[in-house]
């Protein structure tokens, strides 16, 4: 599945992907979120997100949403990755704006990100949260790489109830996809993968 391999973070395809571009994003080393990425880590995972957001515009005219998700899985333990969903670059305004909806009906404690704020000053130590982030490189020309920023912090008395993939959930709302919310029915089989890998 692997279709990249840097220094600090490799790129693999989507077991259960929502769409054909569907990537992720994952450290080399166990790292339990970005927020305690070491700065040569984070300066790579920054870089491969740019990269990512302008080769899929460019190539496929497509835009993406970046998805970390901070949360128990198994005996406490947490693995960052960073889900790239891709969806039609004409579809931007209705994408944002249902997102927008979709997030907010949720009812969680839920912020939209000023440009100037950082996720890690919004969150205690030891905190769950969600973060969505849609990259538009055309705003690159007003020295801003992103559109929409989104960040919902579960409190321990929603954890117990708290959607283990709610932005996964989120974005096949938008993109009209409910039917692979689960990963487990959207997998995909051998040859697809080494058609999307080739």
């Not at 460019?58 to 790239?84: C, D, G, P, S, W």
């Amino acid at each position: 599945l692997i279709v990249f391999v840097g220094e600090e973070f490799y790129i693999a395809l989507d077991k259960g992907p929502i769409s054909r571009h569907h990537v992720l994003l994952i450290p080399i080393d166990h790292h339990p979120n970005t927020l305690g990425l070491p700065l040569k880590a984070r300066d790579e995972m920054e870089m491969l997100k740019m990269r990512i957001a302008e080769r899929y515009e460019e190539k496929y005219n497509e835009l993406v949403i970046f998805y970390e998700k901070h949360l128990r899985v198994t005996q406490n333990i947490a693995h960052m990755v960073l889900n790239v969903f891709p969806f039609r670059k004409q579809d931007f305004d209705e994408v944002l704006k249902n997102l927008d909806k979709r997030i907010k009906r949720y009812g969680y404690n839920t912020y939209i990100l000023r440009p100037e704020e950082k996720v890690k000053d919004m969150i205690y130590e030891n905190e769950y949260f969600v973060y969505l982030e849609v990259i538009n490189p055309a705003s690159l020309r007003s020295k801003e790489t992103w559109a929409a920023r989104y960040l919902i912090i579960a409190d321990q008395k929603q954890i117990k109830n708290f959607p283990r993939d709610l932005g996964r959930e989120a974005v096949c709302d938008v993109l009209e996809c409910r039917n692979k919310i689960n990963w487990k029915d959207a997998v995909i089989s051998d040859k697809e993968v080494g058609e999307r890998t080739a």
